[in-house]
């Protein structure tokens, strides 16, 4: 088992190194929106976890609830923070989608 970090080396060292298969244990960003899970989809490296797909869905919060929604999940209520500076003084149910590509629906 090595562990590698998810910087502008990780590409190169999949595509050398290739591992038998990955298991993604990175927190925020890169490693739950389906960045890291897309690379290695692309190069066909098998790794445990869910697909890059199901990453961006559960990333994206307002997204992630209404595809529940839509399957008859019910969610806890919540409302959706545009802003650092709203959420800031927001209750702990607000999501905070102003991370990129995240959006308010």
Known sequence: MY???ADAT????LRT???EAVVVAL???EG?????QAVLEML????VGADSRACRLAWDKPTAK??????GLATPTGSCCRTPRSASSAPARCWRPWSPGLACR
């Open 32 to 36: 739950e929106n389906g960045s890291v």
């Open 10 to 13: 990780l590409l190169d060292r």
């Open 3 to 5: 562990e590698w970090d």
């Open 17 to 19: 190194e290739r591992p």
């Open 27 to 29: 927190h925020g960003g």
């Open 44 to 47: 066909g490296v098998p790794f």
């Open 66 to 71: 209404a595809e529940l929604a839509r399957a």
